[in-house]
T-cell receptor, first 110, second 114 residues
Framework: GENVEQHPSTLSVQEGDSAVIKCTYS??????FPWYKQELGKRPQLIID?????GEKKDQRIAVTLNKTAKHFSLHITETQPEDSAVYFC?????????FGTGTRLKVLA | DAGITQSPRHKVTETGTPVTLRCHQT?????MYWYRQDPGHGLRLIHY???????DKGEVSDGYSVSRSKTEDFLLTLESATSSQTSVYFC?????????????FGPGTRLTVT
């Protein structure tokens, strides 16, 4: 069936360094790729997304890249700060149905 | 918060009892979803709805049923709760039209089945 693989499952970086989280999807019909940030005990929050007609999108310190041929997309966080510590989820969507990755726990060490 | 509320926010119930969780939205969006979140599994789709009385199964629908009699409410029912259904349940809505849509989550319901 359709699935989304996400790596790594945990990631520790020093404050100020960059973090990269990668996802691979299986459904060729997927055309929308959102990223969510979830803090402990809170709901997932949409932080950035990309659609299949775009290869890269940036919003301040976060960026997402998409390679449709390889079915890969990635989240890049630059100049990490302690408040970036959270669990991040990628997802792939075709027609209003979403498949999520299993999450990456990011720890930013001060 | 995209106008989504969930009730109850916390519930403890015994094995074999029926449980209904409610998701309410204030903005008449067509698509609504129920997910469960468990450690190591991320968010898994249980059921979703694309309109009043229009629902479909997700990847982990066994043991769950849903109903949507009004646009604003999407109910998730565990007919006979089991310990494996202990989880955090999130409702979500899709906002937007055509190819330009985004998904937003409710605050979640923590369900413990003893």
């Amino acid at each position: 069936g359709e699935n989304v693989e996400q790596h790594p499952s945990t990631l520790s970086v020093q404050e100020g360094d960059s973090a990269v989280i990668k996802c691979t999807y299986s459904d060729s019909a997927s055309n929308y790729f959102p990223w969510y940030k979830q803090e402990l005990g809170k709901r997932p929050q949409l932080i950035i997304d990309i659609r299949s007609n775009v290869g890269e999108k940036k919003d301040q310190r976060i960026a997402v890249t998409l390679n449709k041929t390889a079915k890969h997309f990635s989240l890049h966080i630059t100049e990490t700060q302690p408040e970036d510590s959270a669990v991040y989820f990628c997802a792939a969507s075709g027609t209003y149905k979403y498949i999520f990755g299993t999450g990456t726990r990011l720890k930013v060490l001060a | 918060d995209a106008g989504i509320t969930q009730s109850p926010r916390h519930k403890v119930t015994e094995t074999g009892t029926p449980v209904t969780l409610r998701c309410h939205q204030t903005e008449n969006h067509r698509y609504m979803y129920w997910y469960r979140q468990d450690p190591g599994h991320g968010l898994r789709l249980i059921h979703y709805s694309y309109g009043v009385k229009d629902t479909d199964k997700g990847e982990v629908s066994d043991g769950y049923s849903v109903s949507r009699s009004k646009t604003e409410d999407f109910l998730l029912t565990l007919e006979s709760a089991t310990s494996s259904q202990t989880s955090v349940y999130f409702c979500a809505i899709s906002v937007g039209l055509g190819q330009d849509y985004e998904q937003y989550f409710g605050p979640g319901t923590r369900l413990t089945v003893t």
